[in-house]
Protein backbone atom coordinates (compact mmCIF):
# COMPACT_ATOMS: atom_id res chain seq x y z
CA UNK A 1 0.00 0.00 0.00
CA UNK A 2 1.90 3.36 -0.90
CA UNK A 3 -1.03 5.24 0.03
CA UNK A 4 -4.22 6.11 2.36
CA UNK A 5 -6.73 5.85 -0.33
CA UNK A 6 -5.23 2.57 -1.57
CA UNK A 7 -5.17 1.19 1.57
CA UNK A 8 -8.91 2.53 2.08
CA UNK A 9 -9.99 0.89 -1.51
CA UNK A 10 -8.64 -2.15 -0.44
CA UNK A 11 -10.73 -1.84 2.62
CA UNK A 12 -13.69 -1.01 1.45
CA UNK A 13 -13.77 -3.96 -1.39
CA UNK A 14 -12.15 -6.51 1.53
CA UNK A 15 -14.95 -9.31 1.79
CA UNK A 16 -14.84 -9.56 5.10
CA UNK A 17 -13.89 -8.53 8.41
CA UNK A 18 -11.04 -11.03 8.84
CA UNK A 19 -8.77 -9.70 5.49
CA UNK A 20 -9.42 -5.94 6.63
CA UNK A 21 -7.89 -6.73 9.86
CA UNK A 22 -5.14 -7.84 7.94
CA UNK A 23 -4.91 -5.13 5.74
CA UNK A 24 -4.77 -2.73 8.63
CA UNK A 25 -2.28 -5.02 10.26
CA UNK A 26 0.39 -4.87 7.08
CA UNK A 27 -0.34 -1.00 6.51
CA UNK A 28 0.73 -0.50 10.61
CA UNK A 29 3.58 -2.77 9.99
CA UNK A 30 4.65 -0.85 6.84
CA UNK A 31 4.60 2.37 8.95
CA UNK A 32 7.00 1.25 11.83
CA UNK A 33 9.39 -0.24 9.22
CA UNK A 34 9.58 3.39 7.17
CA UNK A 35 9.16 4.64 10.80
CA UNK A 36 11.36 3.09 13.12
CA UNK A 37 11.82 6.00 15.30
CA UNK A 38 7.76 6.54 15.55
CA UNK A 39 7.80 5.48 19.40
CA UNK A 40 10.31 8.10 20.47
CA UNK A 41 8.96 10.98 19.50
CA UNK A 42 8.33 13.41 21.60
CA UNK A 43 4.40 14.96 21.82
CA UNK A 44 4.35 18.70 22.72
CA UNK A 45 2.82 17.30 25.74
CA UNK A 46 5.92 15.63 27.09
CA UNK A 47 8.06 19.02 25.85
CA UNK A 48 5.84 20.96 28.16
CA UNK A 49 5.61 18.63 31.05
CA UNK A 50 9.63 18.40 31.00
CA UNK A 51 9.92 22.34 30.58
CA UNK A 52 8.23 22.54 33.41
CA UNK A 53 9.68 19.69 35.55
CA UNK A 54 12.93 22.01 34.77
CA UNK A 55 11.52 25.20 35.59
CA UNK A 56 10.46 23.61 38.79
CA UNK A 57 14.34 22.32 39.43
CA UNK A 58 15.70 25.39 38.19
CA UNK A 59 13.90 27.37 41.19
CA UNK A 60 14.95 25.08 43.68
CA UNK A 61 18.84 25.50 42.86
CA UNK A 62 18.16 29.12 42.75
CA UNK A 63 16.92 28.79 45.90
CA UNK A 64 19.79 26.67 47.47
CA UNK A 65 21.94 28.82 45.62
CA UNK A 66 20.64 31.83 47.13
CA UNK A 67 21.04 30.37 50.63
CA UNK A 68 24.77 29.31 50.23
CA UNK A 69 25.53 32.83 48.66
CA UNK A 70 23.88 34.12 51.95
CA UNK A 71 25.52 31.39 54.25
CA UNK A 72 29.04 32.82 52.61
CA UNK A 73 28.35 36.24 52.99
CA UNK A 74 27.55 35.76 56.99
CA UNK A 75 31.16 33.77 57.11
CA UNK A 76 32.81 36.42 54.77
CA UNK A 77 31.93 39.14 57.57
CA UNK A 78 32.83 36.66 60.54
CA UNK A 79 36.25 36.08 59.06
CA UNK A 80 36.62 39.74 58.38
CA UNK A 81 36.10 40.80 61.86
CA UNK A 82 38.00 37.94 63.14
CA UNK A 83 40.86 39.23 61.30
CA UNK A 84 40.32 42.81 61.84
CA UNK A 85 40.01 41.51 65.79
CA UNK A 86 43.23 39.79 65.34
CA UNK A 87 45.37 42.66 63.40
CA UNK A 88 43.90 44.75 66.15
CA UNK A 89 45.48 42.50 68.96
CA UNK A 90 48.81 42.22 67.07
CA UNK A 91 49.28 45.77 66.82
CA UNK A 92 48.36 46.33 70.66
CA UNK A 93 51.26 43.94 71.33
CA UNK A 94 53.57 45.31 68.70
CA UNK A 95 53.02 48.96 71.11
CA UNK A 96 53.38 46.95 74.05
CA UNK A 97 56.87 45.90 72.82
CA UNK A 98 57.86 49.17 70.91
CA UNK A 99 57.39 51.38 73.88
CA UNK A 100 59.35 49.67 76.56
CA UNK A 101 62.00 49.05 73.83
CA UNK A 102 62.14 52.59 72.90
CA UNK A 103 62.94 54.16 76.61
CA UNK A 104 65.37 51.09 77.05
CA UNK A 105 67.42 52.81 73.68
CA UNK A 106 67.03 56.32 74.99
CA UNK A 107 68.66 54.94 78.15
CA UNK A 108 71.33 53.10 76.75
CA UNK A 109 72.20 56.48 74.37
CA UNK A 110 72.38 58.50 77.25
CA UNK A 111 74.24 55.61 79.40
CA UNK A 112 76.85 55.83 76.53
CA UNK A 113 76.77 59.54 76.21
CA UNK A 114 77.54 60.24 79.80
CA UNK A 115 80.36 57.56 79.89
CA UNK A 116 82.09 59.45 76.44
Known amino acids: MASAVQLYE ?11 AK ?15 LPDLTTRAHLRETELSLRKEIGQVRSELKAEIEQLRLEIEQLR ?19 PLMFAQVAATAALVKLL
Open 10 to 20: ALATAPDDKTR
Open 23 to 37: LIAESIERLEERYPH
Open 81 to 99: SELKTEIANVKLDLIKWII
